[in-house]
């Protein structure tokens, strides 16, 4: 039976939380953990209780349990609003849900949390020493979003090769995407990529669909030349432009011939009718 | 509650003429702040807690008040909280907190009733310690546990509540809940009068919380439950409004004391009449003709009136009911409302008043709750894509992807369409992730043996790519859609197996191709049985020969599109190894050297079952065809007599077919009907080789290749109601050997009917229960194959399913057929059989 075992089952409540402090300033957070979790509801009302919870909050942030320690810290600066630590709490409630924000390739429900809680950090202390850092944070989640979105928006247009109907579905996320984020670094990429799914969705359908479709790899192709005439891949865009616009320019002779046909006729009777 | 009072109260008034006007309040300073009614708690740190401080500005009424107050409250300590303004001068202000203090509830116990009970009650009541005994909690605790004993049948229960004080430092009390649950109530008889159209024991079958006494009922025993005979009051009007009774009505109802432990219940039902559909209208349809709706509805002019019914054909088939018309092509607002427009006699005019509404394009896909799974491994499943018109037969479609990934629970899987301003519409896809990894632990210390036992682990959901990424290991790198089985089993030195197996469901994540590998070994010793008793030391260290064969596979597999998506073909590309040393495994004098075999597979396979873990509908065929290359067509080694056994087989060759078709259907209810054949087969190139020893079929029990019954190059197939690897049919029916018995058959067929039924669904354990009829039979050369030639069997069993074990089954399985040669029985017989897996045949 080890000591600590010993005292946490026949200490009372008092040697029980000096040991916690103790524990805690030592580093040995499992062990603090456990007995400020012990003494928490026996200490409720009590002088000790208002540390006791901020120092349980505090030994879940360092044992990385970063849902718990969000959670402990919240309901710390909620329940001790007057706290000389409430301002803690709060940068470290925000600092948890920094840290507990999944990959950008799963949910992002937990960094849209984070990024509320830490605006709302800097919002309630304006002169707080942690400001700064907490608006680096909030760049760093923002650019996780944006990670996603580019990620999910260029997805269709990798798996495009195993259904054409993707490409249209690229076309359309990649112009969301650019739409939402007007200054992103991935743009030019995207700008691109738009131009070859849509070339590609047109060469690949039904003649009917063809002049709408390459009418838009046109429209596409002068977005892209106008604001990244130096994309490295402007010159593959170029010569789908100048494809598309051959294949408009065939359309619109045959039309034109229809018409004439269409004409012609006319022309035909009205000279027989004027012999 | 808490109150704030000022000025009102009779300590306050005679100095403090307090203003307490809502519409205008006023800003003081608190010059004083004090504490009254505690006795156990703290006063300082309950001034802290109320968030006031002396020399603060507070305006009176508003918010700050009101906020200590419910802070206070908040915590659970206290049953009353009342604020004063004790003094005002001026602006100064003077408060007091006054509070009322209450035990907290220190321990729940529960007099008069069994642990179990008890248990659950804990559950239900949750009565969290550390709480305020406060009247209206003894009072709620009462009438919950009474309430949760009547929902059981008993309806006599009394319930009493006393708090006693145990800490009188702290201020707990112990809640002793003395219950006297009486004796279940049971039904003695139910009368029920009035029915005459419809039979009375359907009426009977539709009250399933509400049942007579009757010897031998086991599942559902008869009580009295007040709140499900109201629920089965409304069942038996829904019968009624099905079977086009659309008038009928529970007019009365009558339940009275029977004796002590029993009621009897009656019933009164009034059916009215049976009304049929006579004309059918549109309105509102510009994009279908009346004629075409109709067809699709499938309703003509004499059918029943049934509510359910019709709601069934407008919203409740997925692709072919009325909503799918529209909404596969976009209508997503579309909405059909039935009115009956005339009613004569028994007949009803209905008219179907539609809303076409916009075509909707998809802009977005949403996806939430995928906290382990990668966004693209989910993305690629998704059927419906952005820029295509709303269908809802995709998002059915998509549902069932993602419940067969495996790594989503299949009943939480969300999906909801949010329409946008634009006229498009974004989908927005839930998932909640749960385990898929699973693994099988086995094992032991057999003495001289050594270690005995299975070590398996299959993770479906592994990422290769984070292998070196320490952060991703938590525990297993996890969320790329790979799946990586590893395996090792082992019988002390005697037999060990060691196999992995890796597959990547996208090659390069841009097509839906598939690539594996696997690898294994297999080893497999014979020793000397008589050293057992003159050398028991070394026993199973000492060996006489050996068995040994080393695999290593390579697959490709692409998904097709014709006929449809449903396909998918697979090739791979094996090379094995098998090496005897000493022993003649096969019974054909090979005793000692290396055979190689080199295999093309190729397996064409259609599955469209619904759900993996419990299959309500769809069916999976696939055909797998293997070839060695044809050696015998430019050597002689392998056909010449003359030539060493040990040469002939250096090089195996076969070709082997194998069928497999599972099909699943509803038949009523939870009830669902699976029915299966295999078959196999195994033929030579060169009717001057012999058939090849490896590969060939053994059939009879669990099918599991598992200790005991070592897969040494053989295809293991059960038959339930016969021994494992029995069932032989030998050359002319005569009896055979044990070595050709063991050597195996080179055709077999099995049939299967099965009926399941689910016992539970939830995801942490799926159980169902089965009945089987199966026949299957296994020849020792083509002469004799007679498909219709089968042993036959039948049986029940049972099959849970935990994510982290896989599926485990037992089953009962009775043969009726007399196994010709069998030594160990000659007769029919039952027996039992334990499955670990997945059985594919």
Same mark, same amino acid.
């Given at each position: ?275 | ?87 005002? /001068?001026?602006? &100064? ?6 509070? %009322? +203090?209450?035990? @907290?509830?220190?321990? *729940? !116990? #529960? ?119 109201? /629920?089965?009051? &409304? ?6 409004? %099905? +079977?086009?009774? @659309?008038?009928?009505? *529970? !007019? #009365? ?139 809802? !037969? ?448």
């Amino acid at each position: 039976c080890s000591p600590f075992q010993k005292l946490q089952k026949t200490g009372t409540d008092d040697q029980k939380y000096q040991a916690a402090v103790t524990y805690f300033k030592k580093g040995e957070f499992y062990r603090a953990g456990l007995l400020f979790e012990e003494l928490i509801p026996i200490l409720k009302g009590s002088t000790e209780s208002e540390m006791a919870q901020f120092y349980r909050a505090h030994c879940e942030y360092q044992q990385q349990n970063y849902q718990l320690s969000s959670f402990h810290f919240k309901q710390f600066y909620e329940t001790f609003a007057r706290s000389d630590y409430a301002h803690e709490a709060m940068y470290f409630y925000a600092l948890s849900l920094y840290k507990d924000s999944p990959n950008y390739n799963l949910d992002q429900s937990n960094t849209l949390t984070a990024m509320a809680a830490l605006q709302d950090f800097i919002n309630a202390h304006p002169q707080s020493p942690f400001r700064q850092e907490c608006t680096q944070y909030i760049a760093v989640l923002r650019d996780k979003l944006e990670l996603k979105a580019y990620d999910k928006a260029k997805q269709y247009y990798k798996t495009s090769a195993a259904n054409i109907a993707n490409y249209r579905s690229s076309v359309v996320s990649i112009t969301n995407f650019l739409r939402e984020y007007p200054d992103s670094k991935y743009n030019e990429e995207l700008a691109y990529l738009r131009v070859d799914a849509q070339y590609h969705l047109a060469k690949n359908s039904f003649a009917d669909k063809w002049k709408e479709r390459h009418q838009e790899v046109v429209n596409y192709y002068l977005a892209l030349v106008d604001k990244f005439p130096k994309s490295p891949d402007i010159k593959k865009a170029e010569r789908m432009y100048e494809d598309s616009r051959k294949e408009l320019e065939t359309i619109a002779n045959q039309e034109k011939e229809k018409l004439n046909q269409q004409q012609k006729p006319a022309k035909v009777t009205a000279t027989t009718a004027s012999n | 509650g808490g109150r704030i009072t000022t000025g009102q109260s009779p300590v306050a008034s005679p100095t403090s003429p307090l203003d307490l006007n809502y519409a205008d309040p006023k800003e003081y300073e608190i010059a004083g702040l004090t504490v009254t009614g505690n006795k156990y708690l703290d006063p300082n740190s309950l001034l802290s807690l109320t968030g006031l401080k002396v020399g603060d500005k507070v305006r009176i009424p508003g918010e700050s008040i009101n906020g200590a107050i419910k802070r206070l409250m908040g915590q659970g300590l206290l049953e009353d909280v009342e604020i004063l303004a004790t003094k005002v /001068e001026g602006n &100064q202000i003077t408060l007091n907190v006054s509070i %009322k +203090e209450q035990p @907290r509830l220190y321990k *729940v !116990t #529960f007099v008069g009733i069994k642990k179990s009970e008890q248990d659950a009650l804990k559950d239900k009541v949750k009565l969290n310690l550390g709480r305020l005994i406060s009247n209206t909690l003894i009072k709620n605790t009462q009438l919950s546990v009474k309430k949760y004993f009547i929902e059981k049948g008993y309806l006599n229960t009394k319930v009493k509540i006393l708090s006693v004080p145990t800490d009188s430092t702290r201020n707990q009390a112990t809640m002793r809940v003395s219950i006297d649950k009486g004796s279940k109530v049971k039904i003695n008889n139910i009368e029920i009068r009035g029915r005459q159209l419809v039979e009375e024991s359907k009426i009977r079958m539709k009250m399933k919380g509400t049942k007579q006494m009757r010897f031998g009922r086991l599942f559902t025993p008869s009580k009295f439950v007040p709140k499900k005979f109201e /629920e089965d009051k &409304q069942k038996i009007v829904e019968f009624y409004n %099905k +079977e086009g009774y @659309r008038d009928a009505a *529970v !007019t #009365f109802d009558s339940v009275y004391a029977h004796d002590d432990k029993t009621v009897n219940i009656v019933l009164n039902i009034d059916e009215g009449q049976k009304y049929y559909i006579r004309n059918i209208t549109w309105e509102g349809n510009y994009l279908y003709t009346d004629e075409l709706l109709t067809q699709v509805l499938g309703l003509k002019k004499g059918d029943v009136y049934s509510k359910e019914d019709i709601e069934k054909r407008k919203n409740g088939i997925p692709g072919s009911d009325l909503s799918s018309a529209y909404m596969d092509k976009g209508y997503l607002y579309f909405n059909a409302e039935d009115v009956i427009k005339s009613v004569e006699g028994d007949s009803l005019d209905l008219e179907f008043r539609i809303f076409e509404g916009k075509q909707a394009t998809i802009n977005r896909i949403i996806l939430n709750g995928n906290t382990k799974t990668s966004d693209h491994v989910v993305l690629r499943e998704i059927r419906t894509l952005p820029g295509q018109k709303f269908s809802k !037969t995709d998002i059915i479609r998509t549902q069932r992807e993602l419940s067969t990934l495996g790594y989503f629970d299949p009943e939480k899987i969300g999906i909801n369409p949010v329409p946008q301003p634009d006229g498009t519409v974004d989908i927005e896809y839930t998932v909640e992730e749960k385990p898929s990894d699973q693994i099988e632990l086995s094992g032991g210390w057999g003495g001289y043996v050594g270690f005995v036992g299975t070590l398996g682990l299959v993770f479906n959901n592994f990422s290769a790519r984070n292998i070196t990424n320490m952060k991703a290991w938590r525990p297993l790198p996890a969320g790329d859609g790979q799946k990586l089985a590893l395996r090792f089993q082992a019988n002390g030195r005697q037999f060990q197996t060691y196999s992995l197996t890796f597959t990547e469901p996208w090659l390069g994540g841009r097509k839906p191709n598939s690539f594996s590998v696997s690898l294994s070994r297999t080893i497999y010793r014979i020793s000397d049985p008589s050293s057992y008793y003159s050398n028991p030391s070394s026993y199973g260290k000492n060996f006489l020969g050996s068995y040994g064969n080393t695999m290593i596979s390579l697959g490709l597999g692409r998904r097709l599109h014709f006929p449809d998506d449903y396909f998918q073909l697979s090739n791979s590309l094996t090379y094995q190894r098998y090496e005897l040393n000493n022993y003649d495994i096969f019974g054909i004098g090979l005793r000692n050297g290396t055979s190689n075999s080199i295999t093309f597979n190729t397996t064409l396979a259609r599955n469209s079952i619904d759900n993996p873990q419990f299959p309500r509908s769809g069916s999976s065929i696939s055909l797998l065809a293997t070839f060695t290359p044809p050696y015998s067509a430019f050597t002689n080694k392998t056909t010449d007599a003359n030539v060493d056994i040990k040469d002939r087989y250096k090089w195996v060759e076969y070709h082997k077919w194998m069928f497999d078709a599972s099909w699943f259907a509803t038949v009523t209810g939870k009830l669902v009907l699976n029915a299966r054949a295999h078959m196999g087969f195994l033929g030579r190139y060169n009717s001057r080789t012999d058939f090849s020893p490896f590969e060939r079929f053994v059939l009879g029990g669990s099918g599991l290749a598992g200790t005991g019954q070592f897969a040494l190059a053989q295809d293991i197939i059960g038959l339930r109601g016969y021994n494992d690897r029995d069932v032989y049919t030998g050359i002319n029916g005569i009896s055979p050997t044990p070595q050709e018995k063991s050597r195996g058959g080179l055709a077999f067929s099995k049939y299967v009917m099965e009926l399941r039924y689910p016992v539970s669904l939830n995801p942490s354990a799926t159980i169902f229960v089965l009945t089987f009829l199966e026949a299957g039979n296994n020849w020792g050369n083509f002469k004799n194959y007679n498909p219709f030639d089968l042993k036959r069997s039948a049986g029940v069993g049972a099959r849970i399913f935990m994510p982290a074990f896989g599926l485990i089954g037992i089953d009962y399985g009775y043969g009726f057929d007399r196994m010709p040669g069998s030594q160990t029985r000659v007769g029919p017989g039952g027996q039992f059989h334990f499955t670990i897996g997945q059985q594919i045949r």
